[in-house]
């Protein structure tokens, strides 16, 4: 194992056919998040109008996808999860998934042409004397996989009058960079100073030769790139970006978790709520700029302004960044007592000719039935695997402060190459002994690996006997056989001394830095709500949504709205307005309904026939 894989091992390291149990890292084999977002857009992209210079995106902005006024495919992933050098907030990821958010069909250990990022139309019709440049920053591997020695990231130059594509510039893989590096490329030949001139950056990315174990087989072989920009009257030392801009997201303001029960916080909110607010952004200039940082808190069950205070105003020096802990005089409070939801907002105040796109972050808090400690998105899979790996035993810590039951179990499950990673597992629940996983106090035997139906990828395993916990617990599962389960894993979350794994009759506090995606789900029994009381007994039937929280569709499953032909579905706000009113479906989008609680009201001719309140989150 080379020094550069230790925190995310993935197939392309030569695996032997007989190896010994380990924990294991591997990349995604599907990219939810690309995968959603390429579903609201609706269609492929195309050429757009020609653009005019200055050509300017650091992917700063909310979608997943490139921006469609820059860029004409939707291949790359744009996101702030797999880097934390980056110059600005967003990046490009290149790797092995398609802009459908699966692994590329033409994947091949030789090697293959896999992601492309490509401009719309650019008007360059000026003469060469305009001094025209094009710069942009790059970073092999980041937070992911290290792109191996005979991979690559490549730059070329489409001559419009040719329709031709030109190589211009190329960087190889194996290398690892802690900093994402300028590049500066002078515009001076005559074929592409024309309208219509193009550029594009394409990667070649390669597969491990050894298939024997295809539940490991993953994505790979990362490049990001930020902050491109194309414009005249330049010269080569012009790769200064006179702009501050946040850089990292905004976490969970919680000590401990990223997500815990409402009713669970209100019983430690003095302990459990940060002092402060960590942010992280960064001057880009060549000179000292001043910053006024900014935050709100919005009660969004309530629809008001929480919170809001400045941090004060500040001198940051040039080309550093700033890691600054605004202290917060707080706690999350609101009239609701199950659930609450949270908007933090951070936002800088800077001179009038910075870029506004990458000045505010934002983070929901969410406040539901379940702990956790993932932020929901997955950049990895996780799990035990070779010889000896039956039976191995994965467990995580919590702690409940308060007697709870817990209900349920959220686990993300990776959907995995050849769906090879659909095996059965036990879920397992065990008390704490000396900080480590102790008695087994609950097991919930012989359940089926599933692939969640919403975007995060969670499904909820409902145990059929709810078991007390107190104090400290843990959450896992045992293998039953020596397959990679592959279990969603964020790279970004560090566990913190909290995930352990069992072999050879031994736990094991685990070495990869980041979490698996487990959430215990605790309160009043999680099975599928009733019908209210307006409805008949014999009309009562299963009722269930999922996710709760949401962010883009709300699924749902009722036999009787299933059965009938005239069923609605009407999703209301806290203050009683409807909000949409639509025939039932399985699945119902409500990527437009603004962040809050609503209460979705089921009719079967014109009749109540149940209602549930959600969060949407985003």
């Keep these: 194992m080379t020094k550069e894989k230790i925190i995310y091992i993935i197939l392309l390291i030569l695996v032997p056919l007989v190896s010994y149990s380990q924990e294991l890292v591997t990349g995604l084999q599907v990219n939810p998040l690309v995968k959603a977002d390429k579903y609201r857009s609706g269609s492929t992209k195309g050429d757009g109008d020609i653009v005019e210079l200055p050509f300017i995106d650091d992917f700063s902005g909310e979608s997943h996808l490139p921006d469609p006024r820059y860029w004409s495919d939707n291949e790359v992933f744009i996101n702030n999860t797999?880097?934390?050098?980056?110059?600005?907030?967003?990046?490009?990821?290149?790797?092995?998934?398609?802009?459908?958010?699966?692994?590329?069909?033409?994947?091949?250990?030789?090697?293959?042409?896999a992601d492309h990022l490509t401009s719309q139309p650019i008007n360059l019709n000026y003469p060469k004397t305009d001094n025209i440049w094009l710069s942009f920053y790059y970073q092999p591997g980041g937070l992911g996989d290290l792109p191996e020695p005979k991979d690559s990231l490549v730059l070329q130059f489409y001559a419009p009058d040719e329709a031709q594509w030109?190589?211009?510039?190329?960087?190889?893989?194996?290398?690892?960079?802690?900093?994402?590096?300028?590049?500066?490329?002078?515009?001076?030949?005559?074929?592409?100073?024309k309208s219509g001139f193009r550029f594009r950056f394409i990667n070649w990315a390669s597969l491990n030769p050894d298939l024997s174990e295809p539940s490991i087989v993953g994505n790979c072989d990362h490049w990001h790139v930020d902050y491109v920009y194309l414009n005249r009257n330049r010269n080569e030392a012009d790769s200064i970006h006179r702009d501050v801009a946040f850089t990292t997201p905004l976490r969970s303001l919680l000590?401990?978790?990223?997500?815990?029960?409402?009713?669970?916080?209100?019983?430690?909110?003095?302990?459990?709520?940060?002092?402060?607010?960590?942010?992280?952004?960064?001057?880009?200039?060549?000179?000292?700029?001043?910053?006024?940082?900014n935050f709100t808190?919005?009660?969004?069950?309530?629809?008001?302004?929480?919170?809001?205070?400045?941090?004060?105003?500040?001198?940051?020096?040039?080309?550093?960044?700033?890691?600054?802990?605004?202290?917060?005089?707080?706690?999350?409070?609101?009239a609701n007592t199950d659930s609450a939801l949270f908007l933090v907002t951070s936002y800088l105040i800077t001179d009038g000719f910075d870029r506004k796109e990458n000045d505010t972050i934002k983070y929901n808090q969410v406040f539901s039935n379940y702990f956790?400690?993932?932020d929901g998105t997955s950049e990895g899979g996780y799990g035990i695997n070779?010889?000896?790996?039956?039976?191995?035993?994965?467990?995580?810590?919590?702690?409940?402060?308060?007697?709870?039951?817990?209900?349920?179990?959220?686990?993300?499950?990776?959907?995995?190459?050849?769906?090879?990673?659909?095996?059965?597992?036990?879920?397992?629940?065990?008390?704490?002994?000396?900080?480590?996983?102790?008695?087994?106090i609950y097991s919930f035997e012989g359940v089926m690996v599933e692939q969640g139906k919403d975007i995060n990828g969670f499904?909820?395993?409902?145990?059929?006997?709810?078991?007390?916990?107190?104090?400290?617990?843990y959450v896992g599962w045992k293998q039953r056989s020596e397959t990679f389960l592959n279990a969603g894993f964020d790279i970004n979350t560090p566990h913190r001394g909290r995930q352990f794994?069992?072999?050879?009759?031994?736990?094991?506090?685990?070495?990869?830095?980041?979490?698996?995606?487990?959430?215990?789900?605790?309160?009043?029994?999680?099975?599928?709500?009733?019908?209210?009381?307006?409805?008949?007994?014999?009309?009562?039937?299963?009722?269930?949504i999922w996710p709760n929280p949401a962010n883009d569709f709300i699924n749902i499953e009722s036999e009787d709205l299933r059965l009938s032909r005239s069923a609605f579905i009407t999703i209301i706000d806290l203050t009683g307005r409807q909000i949409m009113k639509v025939p039932y479906a399985e699945r119902i989008d409500v990527s437009m309904l603004r962040a809050g609680i609503y209460t979705m009201v089921t009719t079967i001719n014109n009749r109540p026939a149940g209602n549930l309140r959600f969060i949407k989150t985003k």
């Design 501 to 544: 794994y069992w072999l050879n009759g031994q736990w094991y506090q685990s070495m990869v830095n980041g979490s698996v995606m487990i959430r215990p789900i605790t309160g009043p029994p999680v099975k599928p709500a009733s019908s209210d009381d307006s409805v008949t007994e014999e009309r009562k039937s299963v009722l269930r």
């Design 82 to 113: 797999y880097t934390d050098k980056q110059i600005t907030k967003g990046v490009a990821t290149f790797d092995a998934i398609d802009g459908n958010g699966r692994l590329y069909e033409t994947i091949t250990p030789a090697g293959f042409e």
């Design 386 to 440: 070779g010889l000896g790996s039956r039976n191995a035993m994965v467990a995580l810590r919590f702690k409940s402060y308060m007697q709870d039951t817990l209900r349920a179990v959220s686990i993300c499950f990776n959907d995995s190459y050849l769906k090879s990673n659909l095996r059965t597992f036990d879920i397992v629940v065990w008390n704490d002994i000396n900080d480590r996983p102790g008695d087994i």
């Design 255 to 293: 000590k401990t978790y990223e997500a815990m029960p409402w009713k669970q916080f209100r019983q430690v909110f003095l302990q459990e709520m940060e002092a402060s607010i960590p942010i992280h952004y960064r001057n880009n200039d060549i000179i000292v700029r001043n910053v006024t940082r």
């Design 297 to 334: 808190i919005r009660d969004m069950h309530r629809g008001t302004l929480a919170h809001s205070f400045s941090a004060g105003a500040r001198n940051i020096d040039p080309q550093t960044s700033s890691d600054y802990n605004a202290a917060l005089i707080y706690t999350f409070n609101t």
């Design 166 to 193: 030109f190589p211009v510039w190329k960087a190889a893989g194996g290398e690892r960079q802690d900093r994402f590096k300028p590049v500066m490329i002078r515009i001076d030949h005559e074929r592409y100073l």
């Design 459 to 473: 499904y909820t395993y409902v145990l059929p006997d709810g078991v007390m916990v107190d104090d400290v617990f």
């Design 372 to 374: 956790a400690y993932d």
